[in-house]
């Protein structure tokens, strides 16, 4: 799962050298800690968290799969 989540970040962000993901696993639930440079939050949080939510939304369906639940946290360097 980690490996999908880096790869939509890495498609949004312009610096991609800077994207870290810290992955905290607890049973079934996986909490990501998404960290990438300050001038590219806004792309990944977008207009009003629509964005961010998108990819939550989509990484929702891809633990689904695996029988997992999922939380992702968006934080800059």
Do not use: P
């Not at 001038?39 to 929702?60: L, S």
């Amino acid at each position: 799962m980690k490996d999908v989540l880096e790869v939509v970040i890495k498609n949004l962000v312009d610096n991609q050298d800077e994207i870290s993901i810290n992955e905290k696993e607890n049973g079934k639930v996986v909490c990501y800690e998404v960290r990438v440079a300050k001038e590219d939050m806004g792309k990944v949080i977008g207009k009003q968290g629509k964005m961010a939510n998108a990819i939550r939304t989509f990484m929702k369906s891809v633990a689904l799969k695996e029988h997992k639940r999922i939380s992702i946290e968006f934080l800059d360097k």
